[in-house]
């Protein structure tokens, strides 16, 4: 073990782990990045498959992105951002309301996606609040959200791992049936179905409008519950039902805003505009932590009005609107429309698509395979024919993520779901090794 591991292990808690693992597989110590690739301080090399926890859009120290943080520096890194505003927060607010959906007018700066979320919650139950709606004091979000890590945001989740033991804390959100087409229980396919499964949300929102805020959202993709895809088509509808019944639609494009599903943002697949949108992660590039809430003129418009009225959203976090961040944005969106990213993406996201398909043809272990834009997922059962998981307690995704890391890709599986999400100046060889090599890893470890 070197000394860097050695220090780590003896000051750092490690997010989203279980540290008694540690001591099996030590932190990897990232010395440096280029493209779609990290290198430890030992000299190992490893395809990054995740952009990062689905952050880093365009690769690893990309020489565009410098140069625009570069240049923010020598001018201003940091300013208070109330009564006071920076030239790159105005350049990108004005780009994100011309590419955002059309409802979307007003730009409301934070610094992560939990964050967001909690914002867009507390925007909708207040306009609500102070439009005379005051019987609106709940939220609803489907099964398998995920949603951040912070009270209010694991308050509309709903996977267990995160929120079980906080729930005597959590708000009373109305969990709804959401899609599951993989086992759907209608016996469609998301390419053909009408999503006959919005059903449930249907008969929730016409019994329980007088007393919902908001239905939050992700959009066409649910990353944490397993990179479930559904029909778009289902929020059609959703959005159809929540101008029906006075309820917000709060689309969650933290992890598939900014390309990722094949569009700038998945409600796009659905031609449909959302009344507040909480963005982040491909949002800056993967360089600075920072997200943002859209929302429309007429939520806005209730929050405006005399000192007095005391209408105001009082909500600040230090570093809204940082300068550096919004710097790195604005070069992040030049570069999807200078080098036409999602045109290439689409060329790329078929041929993972078709290699992954080809591999994974005959593997018994393989249940489902689903892509949407630059998304594809693998999920491994232990029946092919009933659809039956393999046990989490087995953890076949982290060992064959163990295996992974030995061969110079780093995976990091969601349960049983392996995915790649990768940046998107991968190119045709990246793509090969990456298909190859984590299957290659899935017949090793079934050989065991």
Not at 45 to 52: E, G, N, Q, W
Not at 165 to 183: A, E, Q, S, V
Not at 397 to 420: D, S
Request: charged share 25%; with cysteine; hydrophobic share 35%.
């Amino acid at each position: 073990m070197n000394e860097y591991t050695k220090r780590d292990l003896n000051y750092i808690w490690h997010p989203c782990s279980q540290m008694k693992d540690y001591e099996e597989l030590p932190p990897i110590v990232i010395e440096k990045g280029k493209g779609c690739y990290l290198y430890d301080i030992e000299g190992n090399k490893y395809m990054d498959c995740i952009s990062s926890w689905w952050t880093t859009t365009f690769g690893h120290s990309n020489d565009r992105i410098n140069n625009a943080l570069k240049k923010q520096i020598e001018q201003i890194e940091h300013v208070i951002f109330a009564n006071f505003s920076n030239k790159a927060a105005i350049d990108l607010s004005e780009e994100l309301v011309k590419l955002t959906p059309n409802r979307l007018k007003k730009v409301y700066f934070s610094d992560n996606g939990s964050s967001a979320v909690e914002i867009a919650l507390k925007m909708s139950f207040q306009y609500h609040q102070q439009s005379g709606n005051t019987k609106k004091t709940r939220f609803a979000a489907i099964t398998g959200a995920y949603h951040g890590e912070t009270l209010g945001a694991l308050s509309v989740g709903d996977l267990d791992l995160y929120s079980k033991i906080y729930k005597p804390l959590l708000l009373n959100t109305m969990r709804i049936d959401g899609p599951d087409c993989y086992r759907c229980k209608y016996g469609k396919k998301r390419e053909s179905c009408s999503a006959e499964c919005f059903e449930s949300m249907e008969k929730a929102l016409e019994e329980y409008n007088e007393e919902l805020c908001a239905v939050i959202i992700e959009p066409m993709v649910q990353g944490a519950a397993g990179m479930k895809m559904y029909s778009p088509i289902y929020l059609k509808k959703l959005r159809e039902a929540c101008d029906k019944y006075n309820v917000h639609f709060i689309a969650d494009e933290i992890a598939m805003g900014f390309g990722r599903t094949g569009k700038m943002f998945a409600c796009e697949h659905a031609k449909v505009s959302p009344d507040l949108m909480c963005l982040s992660k491909g949002l800056s590039a993967g360089y600075m932590p920072m997200s943002i809430v859209m929302t429309s003129e007429e939520i806005y418009n209730a929050f405006y009005g005399e000192y007095k009225d005391c209408k105001a959203f009082i909500h600040s976090h230090t570093y809204a609107g940082n300068a550096m961040a919004c710097a790195i944005a604005v070069e992040n969106i030049k570069i999807f429309k200078e080098e036409n990213i999602l045109e290439k993406n689409e060329k790329k996201s078929k041929l993972i698509s078709k290699l992954t398909l080809e591999k994974a043809k005959n593997n018994p272990y393989i249940g489902d395979v689903r892509t949407l834009g630059m998304i594809t997922a693998i999920e491994l059962v232990k029946d092919k024919k009933l659809k039956e998981p393999f046990p989490l307690q087995q953890r076949v995704g982290y060992e064959i993520y163990k295996i992974a890391l030995k061969n110079g890709l780093l995976l990091r599986p969601i349960g049983n779901v392996l995915y790649f999400l990768p940046p998107y100046i991968i190119e045709k060889n990246d793509i090969e090794f990456m298909v190859n090599t984590c299957f290659k890893n899935i017949e090793d470890y079934f050989k065991k």
